[in-house]
């Protein structure tokens, strides 16, 4: 009987994220990491513990992630430059998540600093991209923008795939300014270029996204519309319910005065939507109305 061939080039650590289930992915992660070493050395290693840390993040277990990145941090003389941008954007974003936000910024900067000169476009984009999640209003629109340029001008696919966040991510910031026809242009490209990626989940959230500008810009029965489309796409796929398109189709019916449909997309957007424990811990009051307008008490 012969041995199985043993693995020689390490897993992609980002083809092996799934954003939506970050318990799961951990799991991965923690499965290749006693192989770690062998495969590719002390650097793939330290990345490979930032990305576990960041899947402690995702779960709001902040202390443990920080508890994990200060393990890190000796190893980074030895573990190279795309190790060490690795750890200062997990470090920036669980404090980022953890509401520290003054400590974020400095290592995201660094971040970006240390990527932009080592031409490590990817990476120059994701800090860039976080220094505008982080930034007041007044300063998001210039680091999109640094953010955009590297990713249409890079020659690296995976810097290229950041457009669509990207777009999504400016017309967030669009829409908190109120914004909303401005927004709607942008949504509408980011849903354009996920239709090019072809990943069903994310052509599913753009359009969601297109579909709420279509809303606050006085397009109701043509919101409506897309999230209907969107809710039937969802049942045939075999897709877990969502609760934000049973939020916004209740919003709709509710601006549309159909009360009864709207009480009832109310009720299953918050039995959903309360056991999320990002909205629990960010938007209570958001929750709370969903409660309200559902008729329950």
Excluded at 56 to 70: P, S, T
Excluded at 135 to 148: G, T
Excluded at 178 to 191: C, E, I, Q, W
Excluded at 195 to 223: E, H, M, S, Y
Aim: proline content about 5%; aromatic content about 10%; hydrophobic content about 40%.
């Amino acid at each position: 009987m012969t041995n199985a061939p043993k693995v020689t080039t390490p897993p992609d650590l980002d083809s092996l994220w799934d954003y939506d289930h970050p318990a799961e992915t951990e799991k991965k992660f923690r499965t290749i990491l006693p192989e770690a070493d062998r495969w590719g050395g002390i650097g793939y290693k330290v990345e490979l513990l930032t990305q576990i840390a960041r899947t402690l993040g995702l779960q709001q277990r902040f202390d443990e992630a920080h508890a994990l990145l200060d393990t890190v941090e000796p190893l980074l003389p030895k573990a190279g430059e795309t190790a060490s941008v690795r750890y200062l954007l997990e470090r920036g974003r669980c404090y980022n998540s953890g509401q520290q936000i003054d400590r974020a910024i400095p290592l995201f900067r660094e971040a970006w600093e240390r990527a932009d000169k080592a031409g490590l476009d990817f990476y120059s984009v994701d800090a860039a991209h976080m220094m505008a999640i982080a930034m007041p209003a007044a300063e998001k629109s210039l680091w999109n923008d640094r953010a955009v340029a590297t990713a249409e001008t890079s020659s690296d696919p995976k810097a290229r795939r950041w457009l669509g966040s990207l777009y999504n991510n400016i017309g967030w910031s669009l829409f908190e300014e109120k914004k909303y026809d401005s927004a709607l242009v942008m949504f509408r490209r980011a849903f354009d270029f996920r239709f090019t990626q072809g990943k069903p989940d994310q052509i599913r959230f753009a359009k969601w996204c297109v579909a709420k500008g279509l809303r606050f810009t006085n397009q109701v029965d043509a919101a409506l519309s897309t999230q209907e489309e969107l809710q039937r796409d969802i049942e045939s796929s075999g897709a877990e319910p969502d609760g934000f398109v049973f939020e916004e189709l209740a919003e709709c019916h509710l601006t549309l005065g159909h009360k009864e449909k709207s009480r009832e997309y109310f009720a299953r957007a918050y039995t959903l939507l309360s056991q999320d424990p990002w909205l629990a811990r960010d938007e209570p009051e958001r929750l709370a109305r969903m409660r309200e307008l559902s008729g329950s008490q």
